[in-house]
């Protein structure tokens, strides 16, 4: 099913909960969770514009106003919100942009807009991941006027997930063999999906100077063998946004909500339970 472009399904009933994949991955990161969550909870997924079975964006992409249109298209008046990486951040702009249709946010492995990442973190990501493709032919790629050579396709991904869904300091290993080929897919296909198209401008709000406005009861949840420049996020949302709650798991990368869907089903479902009389039904 589609609005305006935008991929999605939904499943259960109840008060709305709009899961924001992140942006190594599509809707599929969030199986676990829309199990867990139908069965009390009118349950949303969907592909960001220009990923999984989403249409390509044809001018300035703005993510948090296609959640908000979404969120119009299916009648939802008023959601919470969970975002796991730059997810989390498209859910902070929404909560900026229009604060009475957010009930709470849940912001995994997080993003911020007006976040600049450090340089050690950019130079890390350099030398593990961006190395595996000659730069000439990686910048060609990135411009969308290159035919992809499927060979630099699984090296760069691989290496990303290495980097980035494992973490710096672990490997393969020690990720469960499903979650693995799951996160290789989905990365594998959003570079798939970019390096074949002309790159669009992106329009984004200044969050990070106005997590103070945020008044959603927010949940942050971290991964502690996240890239350390991406848990630092984590620790601005918990300390800016007031009483916002935190859970750190151990051993754990930068998707959560597939390495250790136990974990944040049950703070999910804690935090929601909280809420329960917040959140009216759409």
């Known amino acids: 099913m589609r609005i305006d472009g935008l991929a999605y399904d939904e499943v259960g ?42 249409a390509d964006p044809a001018d300035e992409l703005v993510h948090h106003e296609d959640l908000l249109r979404l969120m119009d298209g299916l009648g939802v008046e008023r959601a919470v919100l969970v975002g796991d990486s730059m997810g989390g951040s498209h859910a902070v702009e929404a909560a900026l942009t229009a604060p009475h249709r957010v009930a709470g946010l849940v912001l995994i492995s997080s993003g911020l807009s007006g976040h600049l990442w450090p340089d050690d973190m950019i130079a890390q990501a350099r030398e ?105 996020v984590s620790d601005l949302l918990t300390e800016k946004i007031k009483g916002a709650r935190r859970l750190d798991l151990p051993a754990t990368g930068h998707l959560p909500p597939l390495e250790r869907p136990q974990e944040v089903n049950a703070a999910l479902s804690s935090f929601l339970d909280d809420l329960s009389w917040r959140i009216s039904p759409a």
């Open 128 to 232: 593990r991941v961006h190395s595996t493709v000659p730069a000439d032919r990686l910048a060609r790629y990135r411009s969308g006027t290159a035919e992809v050579v499927s060979a630099d396709l699984d090296a760069f991904s691989r290496a990303h997930a290495l980097w980035q869904v494992a973490g710096p300091d672990r490997g393969m290993d020690d990720l469960d063999p499903e979650v693995w080929e799951l996160a290789f897919a989905m990365m594998r296909r959003v570079f798939e999906r970019s390096w074949n198209r002309r790159p669009v401008a992106e329009r984004h709000l200044s969050a990070k100077d106005r997590l103070h406005e945020i008044t959603s009861p927010t949940l942050v949840i971290n991964g502690l063998s996240d890239v350390p420049g991406i848990q630092a």
């Open 13 to 54: 009933e109840g008060p709305a909960v709009v899961l924001i994949h992140a942006g190594i991955a599509d809707r599929r990161m969030w199986r676990h969770q829309r199990d867990a969550l139908s069965g009390r909870y009118r349950v949303i997924g969907y592909d960001w514009r220009g990923y999984g079975e989403s």
